[in-house]
């Protein structure tokens, strides 16, 4: 019988390329139809990107480092990871690298507050209600896994090639921690603080910011130091479609096949990487200060 | 007696998938076993009513899974009822909507939990000041209360800590001046001193006993220990397998337990600690011109009859008026327990 075969039955040749075309066609149409508003839509983030990548261009170099060398300090209180991050901001600058960082650091900086700002209500609202969880955690699955090539394609048809699909690209495969760890920080609260709250007669927003965010904010910032890693793991990957920053010479050394530009413009991704992560760790400890000096329990 | 703070009539709690089909099935005699077994419904509380008397403590007693933490809850609807009704003060809590609730449980009853429940974000003030907040106080005045009630069981100059930081018996303490803090008439505690050492729970004991003298609050305290019920008690209710077995006043539950359940509660109590004179008295006087008053405990009231020629004593209540007199044989007698079968296991 056919059945056994080894040609398994597939899509006629014909159908199947007529339903690819049906779709890039209907695709094109509603991004002929609405990519001008997509567009207008992500202006304001533009703007705002654009102003910021900007300033960090502008302002002189001993003035970043001072202010990434303060912020360093309030958030991680620790002299080793200040002068760590001075030195590696000066070997950036001198082997040539301060203005592609200074982009990177734009971007990086706007898309984390884009996946906060998303990110952490959605995680609230599927900590709420196991519907909702339901439903998003297939999507984010889905952010997670698929290959950021994929994804680039419609936007790119949408929005072209620039900072916002590049933006967009970023925040799909940054956002998915964030959000995961909200929910899983609310959802592990104890369930005695709650009862209390309750018995007091908290109302909702008293139960949910007096006690469930206050309480799940070290797994909360967990996931916004993952959403920064993987951000800044997305670099090479949005300078493909025209985002400005560390990436392109990455690009450019990988089709060329020039190590040293390579390895020194990863190195500066990966000392970028490093800071924030000590920083928005040592924050995230530092957030729970009451779990510390614990003589009982 | 005093004015009915809390009145619980018919009061059914079923878990599981379909209670109010369940709820028939209990009204037409399916017990527990049954249910659970055959109907896959949990009988939570069946068919209680129980009368909490205002400014006085009632202890509902019963072993784990008794019900009797999910009856308590039931006060401030931290759990909902399948049937029945909940008054306290002539109102209808079950009838209540969201806001009239969060305000009845801001200002009317406040809770002590079994485990804390205390917020390890916050220091130890602002903990004990949650309830002033919630209910929308601004910071300094609740600030000034939360210090004087710290001060009131025993924590004066622990306001910056965190209750991590504290020993179990401190963060309980935390969690009654949490509860005292908001003035509420109704004090529900839940197991509140059962995860303690006995040594630091008869410490708390003290404390709750003499914090009262004052407040006269309307206290609902739930335990699973005779001996504690017996010392803080002023009424007991006994709970089992979601029924009320029996309610009243502890030395009569004592003299008379009202079944088996019951009896192999109270067999085992120190009867010369608990019971009263007054208990076991005769009313007739004696000749004698000591007087004992009525409330002292038969251990201590042997000490001065063993010493007396006649060997009686007359009792006098708190009013100092003789109500009756004891014998130094009915001591003893009040000593033994109650059943025969008892006294000879106690010598094999």
Redesign the interface.
């Known amino acids: 019988m056919d059945f056994w075969t080894n040609k398994f039955p597939e899509m006629g040749r014909t159908d199947l390329r007529d339903l690819k075309k049906g779709i890039d066609a209907a695709f094109r149409d509603f991004s002929r139809a609405y990519g001008e508003n997509m567009e207008d839509f992500f202006h304001p983030l533009l703007q705002f990107l654009v102003w910021l990548e900007k300033l960090l261009l502008a302002a002189p170099w001993p003035v970043i480092i001072i202010i990434a060398a303060a912020l360093a300090w309030l958030g991680a209180r620790s002299i080793s990871i200040v002068i760590g991050t001075i030195l590696s901001f000066l070997a950036i600058g001198y082997f040539g690298m301060w203005e592609d960082t200074m982009s990177t650091l734009a971007i990086i900086s706007v898309s984390t507050l884009v996946c906060i700002a998303l990110g952490i209500p959605l995680g609230i609202l599927m900590a709420r209600s196991e519907r909702v969880q339901s439903i998003i955690t297939p999507v984010l699955d889905v952010m997670q896994t698929i290959p950021a090539f994929v994804y680039l394609i419609p936007v790119v048809m949408l929005l072209g090639i620039g900072k916002v699909p590049g933006l967009i690209a970023v925040c799909i495969y940054a956002m998915p921690p964030v959000v995961r760890l909200t929910n899983l920080g609310i959802r592990l609260v104890e369930k005695e603080a709650l009862e209390a709250a309750d018995a007091f007669g908290a109302s909702y927003k008293q139960r949910l910011f007096g006690v469930q965010i206050p309480l799940a904010l070290p797994n909360i910032f967990a996931g916004v130091n993952q959403t920064i890693m993987m951000a800044l793991a997305m670099v090479v990957i949005a300078s493909m479609i025209g985002v400005a920053g560390l990436g392109v010479p990455v690009l450019r050394a990988i089709s060329n096949q020039y190590l040293a530009l390579g390895m020194m413009n990863g190195l500066a991704i990966v000392a970028l990487a490093i800071i924030f992560d000590r920083v928005s760790q040592s924050f995230g400890n530092r957030l729970q200060r009451h779990r510390q000096g614990a003589q009982h329990d | 007696m005093t004015d009915t703070k809390i009145a619980i009539s018919n009061l059914y709690k079923i878990f599981g998938r379909d209670p109010a089909n369940a709820l028939e099935l209990v009204k037409n005699g399916v017990g527990k076993q049954e249910l659970l077994e055959k109907h896959d419904h949990v009988l939570g509380l069946s068919d209680i009513n129980l009368e909490i008397p205002a400014k006085g403590i009632s202890v509902i007693m019963g072993l784990s899974g008794s019900g009797k933490s999910t009856l308590i809850r039931h006060i401030?609807r931290?759990i909902e009822p399948t049937a029945g009704s909940m008054m306290v003060d002539g109102d209808d809590v079950l009838a209540m909507n969201k806001e009239q609730?969060?305000?009845?449980?801001?200002?009317k009853a406040?809770?002590v939990?079994q485990?804390?429940?205390?917020?390890?974000?916050?220091t130890v003030a602002e903990n004990v000041a949650?309830?002033l907040?919630?209910?929308g106080q601004g910071k300094k005045e609740a600030k000034a209360k939360s210090h004087k009630w710290l001060e009131r069981v025993g924590l004066a100059g622990f306001e910056e800590h965190?209750?991590?930081?504290?020993?179990?018996g401190m963060q309980q303490r935390v969690g009654l001046a949490?509860a005292l803090a908001?003035d509420a008439e109704i004090l529900?505690m839940d197991e509140a001193f059962s995860a303690l050492d006995p040594l630091i729970r008869t410490d708390m004991q003290d404390v709750l006993l003499d914090l009262q003298k004052d407040l006269h609050k309307t206290i609902v305290f739930i335990t699973h220990d005779l001996d504690e019920a017996l010392r803080i008690g002023d009424r007991i209710a006994i709970l089992r397998d979601g029924q009320m077995i029996q309610q009243g006043d502890p030395q009569h539950i004592i003299i008379h337990p009202a079944d088996d359940y019951i009896f192999d509660f109270v067999k085992d109590i120190n009867r010369g600690r608990v019971l009263q004179v007054g208990t076991i008295m005769t009313k007739d006087q004696s000749r004698s011109t000591v007087t004992i008053p009525s409330d002292m405990v038969l251990e201590e009231a042997l000490q001065t009859v063993a010493t007396i020629d006649g060997q009686s004593a007359n009792i006098v209540n708190a009013s100092d008026q003789v109500v009756g007199s004891i014998s130094l044989d009915q001591i003893v007698k009040g000593l033994a327990r109650p059943e025969v079968e008892a006294q000879a296991g106690q010598y094999r």
């Not at chain 2, 485990?115 to 916050?122: D, E, I, N, S, T």
Request: net charge positive; no cysteine; proline share 3%.
């Open positions: 401030n931290l609730l969060i305000d009845f449980r801001r200002h406040s809770m939990f485990k804390f429940g205390l917020h390890v974000h916050r949650y309830g907040i919630v209910q965190f209750p991590s930081q504290l020993s179990g949490r908001t529900l």
